[in-house]
């Protein structure tokens, strides 16, 4: 073993630290990856198990937001993405947004959301369905179905608040948005809000559905199995050279050393 006593010498102990701290990111970067990917496959589960799940109260899976109008209440456990839930209530037409931008089929239109007002006066914004951008251009109103009278019972699925959404902007008489976020547009609402909106899945005629999109789990097992692919790679590269460096140099590199040494 003496012959690997150069790896106590700074230069390959520097090499050393710099091999192991650079498996030591590939590895922490797979971990990473692993993760992700666990988070996407949960929430592929919860996606196939909601088509046929029996839907639970809305109560039980999103807290009941306070009594203050114009406000929120906390957001839901992150596995309750996707939950297949029910409510009843009223529809308020009168405070109607549409998201633009909204992609379906390969086609970009507008979602409308609609608040459904509960018998204790708290409302959840419901998205009713997707429709198309108005044949006269994409800067006209599209047609929207009107809500429903009345008292509805509404089956959906849970989704939490969208990131970065500000409040309505009012254009050509209706409000729009681009995120979904209750906590922006609670204010403009007079009663308390729920931190989450439902997806119908029953969308009334002249709406369609916007269907669950599953994750792609599997690129991420993909990145999981590269990191430490490269982190094995890199471990072996080290040993190879200090290998190689221990061993000496080979008989035809000493024969190059003599033919290139002036006579």
Do not use: C
């Amino acid at each position: 073993m003496l012959v690997y006593r150069f790896l106590a010498s700074p230069r390959w102990l520097g090499y050393a630290a710099l091999t192991v701290a650079a498996a030591t990111v590939m590895v922490l970067l797979g971990l990473w990856q692993l993760d992700r990917y666990h988070q996407r496959a949960s929430i592929n589960a919860r996606i196939t198990a909601g088509t046929s799940a029996t839907p639970v109260p809305l109560t039980d899976a999103v807290p009941r937001p306070a009594g203050t109008p114009g406000t929120t209440g906390p957001a839901p456990h992150a596995d309750t993405e996707w939950l297949r839930v029910r409510v009843t209530g009223q529809f308020d037409p009168s405070r109607e947004i549409l998201v633009r931008g909204r992609t379906v089929e390969g086609r970009v239109g507008f979602e409308v959301l609609t608040p459904l007002v509960l018998s204790d006066g708290t409302a959840v914004l419901v998205d009713r369905g997707w429709v198309p951008p108005a044949e006269s251009g994409a800067l006209a109103m599209p047609s929207v179905p009107p809500a429903p009278p009345g008292e509805q019972t509404i089956l959906g699925r849970l989704r939490p608040s969208e990131s970065r959404g500000g409040p309505p902007k009012e254009v050509n008489g209706r409000l729009e948005i681009r995120r979904i976020t209750p906590s922006a547009l609670a204010p403009s609402m007079p009663y308390p809000v729920y931190n989450a909106y439902i997806s119908t899945d029953q969308p009334a005629p002249g709406l369609t559905a916007v269907a669950p999109e599953k994750q792609n789990a599997l690129q991420n097992a993909g990145y999981v199995l590269q990191w430490w692919l490269l982190a094995i790679l890199t471990l072996f590269g080290f040993a190879y050279l200090a290998r190689k460096e221990a061993r000496g140099p080979e008989p035809e590199d000493l024969l190059d050393d003599l033919a290139d040494s002036p006579a």
